[in-house]
């Protein structure tokens, strides 16, 4: 297994933010203080003097409990104990995906034990954790796995679940089909030990955020990952200081935000997160529920809408105190409230995340007066070995995959023409420029303002002359059938669904193919000096 850096200058819709986040451009420091390499500031950071240890000692005890329930493995245990002992967080998190979701799931947790490691090694007693976002509540998005088939065509497996609809969804169960379901996923991943795991992980009656822990705790027993599950009541109760703050303090938080989110359009930068003057930062559940917290102002005293429930502030903050597991933090303060529940010294997460966290860390410095630093997670595009011996053989790279299927096609069409026609072509297209450009010389010396409608005319002509090579390649691809498939099964393979194959091929997936090993290649070949996309070949 081998891996080479590619810019995500290269990579599509990446965002001027993330950019300039990787560049360590200076327009982005207001933002975000800490540049994206953990090297660089490591020794500045600490977290001991602003975690008290009573709070150290009941949120180890909870991490204890639940990660015994999942069958940790002793490695983890051992990390609980060391973070109970006064070690740092290396964090991560993540929807609770249907079979594990998609590869960069993995990638995120790999990316924090290699920051845990990295961290221990400069001197900073540090652990992995990821956070199980099971109080979010949209289901559509992590009730499906899309799993190659066959060609790697793209087969699309959705889970039956039981619940009340956008209820948490550690609070959903998976439904009998279940085992179908498994069975299916089976058929295609062949019979392999990843298999046998999901069966045992995925059971009707389970919650998914229980399904999805068991197979992490599995898969990351060696690394002794500490998972957390983001909705345990006694999570919630030690997390209810800062959901009151949120209440006491939301105009100056609606005002913090809606200035951050005014100076990073500014800058020319995106909101990753719309925030309107009735924002609030809760959730709170109604009859299992989860629905937003808004607030209307009159300028001297504020009432809260809890769905279309009128409550005031105080009466807001009681119902925190009695029932603080019925509340729950929007996408701007979940990262406060971890953070405030962890000794957390850095997170790592993806393009999205690094742009949350240039809005909340107007959060972070109201309610916690500190803002976490957050790197970079590993990124990736795995390359089978019939894929690159595709790549090759058609003279195509993996940007231009990126250009999408229609236009691959298209690519691999020119490269089958027959030798002679793509000699012609070359040679009309040296003699074009052979021909052109004495005409525009001379045109030059009789009136230099003809020299750019010389080059114009020429610029149209090698167009057409590309036109016309375009039109031979659809011809050949239409006489080709073997062509479209190749192109397709590349497309499909590497840039599924026109996004990056890490969002949309599950990491069982390679797990099937590869063995629970391929986790540890993986994690020897991550480049930490790279901070931008990496093409790992297997």
Not at 423 to 438: I, R
Not at 518 to 526: K, N, S, T, V
Request: one cysteine or more; charged letters at 25%.
């Amino acid at each position: 297994m081998k891996a080479q850096c590619l810019p995500f200058s290269q990579i599509p819709h990446t965002t001027r933010l993330f950019a300039d986040f990787l560049d360590g451009s200076p327009e982005l420091r207001p933002f975000l203080a800490r540049p994206p390499r953990l090297a660089e500031w490591i020794k500045d950071e600490t977290v001991k003097p602003r975690y008290e240890a009573t709070r150290r000692d009941k949120i180890s005890s909870i991490l204890e409990r639940q990660n015994r329930n999942w069958d940790a493995s002793a490695k983890t245990l051992a990390n609980v104990a060391r973070l109970r002992a006064g070690a740092s967080a290396a964090v991560t998190g993540q929807q609770v995906g249907l079979f594990g979701g998609p590869v960069f799931a993995l990638y995120k947790a790999l990316s924090a034990v290699k920051l845990a490691d990295e961290s221990t090694r400069a001197g900073v007693e540090t652990v992995p954790v990821f956070w199980l976002a099971t109080q979010d509540h949209d289901l559509s998005e992590i009730d499906h796995v899309v799993i190659p088939g066959a060609e790697a065509s793209l087969q699309n497996l959705v889970a039956p679940t039981e619940g009340v609809p956008d209820a948490p969804v550690g609070a959903v169960k998976l439904g009998p089909e279940i085992d179908s379901l498994v069975a299916t996923a089976a058929s295609l991943l062949g019979s392999t030990p990843v298999v046998e795991l999901l069966r045992d992980c995925y059971r009707a009656g389970e919650l998914m955020g229980n399904a999805f822990a068991r197979l992490y705790a599995h898969l990351f027993a060696e690394w002794g990952v500490i998972l957390l599950d983001a909705s345990d009541p006694e999570l919630n109760a030690v997390a209810a200081p800062i959901y009151s703050r949120a209440i006491d303090q939301a105009s100056e938080l609606e005002d913090r935000l809606l200035k951050r989110g005014q100076a990073l359009e500014a800058a020319g930068y995106h909101q990753q997160v719309k925030v309107t003057e009735s924002s609030t930062l809760l959730f709170a559940l109604r009859s299992g529920t989860r629905v937003p917290v808004h607030c209307h102002s009159d300028g001297s005293t504020s009432t809260f809408i809890v769905g279309d429930e009128p409550i005031s502030a105080s009466g807001l903050r009681a119902r925190i105190n009695v029932a603080p597991h019925e509340f729950s933090p929007n996408v701007l303060l979940r990262p406060v409230v971890q953070d405030y529940l962890l000794p957390t010294l850095v997170y790592t997460g993806g393009a999205a995340e690094v742009a949350y966290f240039a809005q909340a860390s107007a959060v972070y410095e109201t309610l916690l007066e500190r803002v976490t630093p957050i790197v970079p997670r590993f990124s990736a595009t795995v390359v089978e070995p019939r894929l690159q011996g595709l790549l090759e053989r058609y003279g195509v790279t993996l940007t231009d995959v990126f250009r999408g299927p229609e236009a691959l096609r298209e690519d691999l069409a020119r490269q089958a023409l027959p030798q002679e026609l793509q000699a012609a072509f070359d040679q009309a297209d040296t003699s074009l420029k052979k021909s052109v450009e004495p005409i525009r010389e001379a045109l030059i010396r009789l009136d230099k303002t003809l020299g750019d409608s010389a080059a114009n005319a020429s610029e149209k002509m090698h167009y057409q002359l590309e036109q016309l090579r375009s039109r031979a390649a659809r011809a050949e691809l239409r006489q080709a059938e073997v062509l479209g498939r190749h192109a397709q099964l590349l497309s499909n393979a590497l840039y599924p669904e026109k996004t990056l194959q890490e969002r949309v091929i599950p990491g069982v997936y390679f797990l099937s193919r590869y063995g629970e090993g391929w986790l540890r290649d993986l994690y020897e070949c991550m480049r930490t000096d790279c901070l931008d996309h990496q093409v790992v070949t297997v």
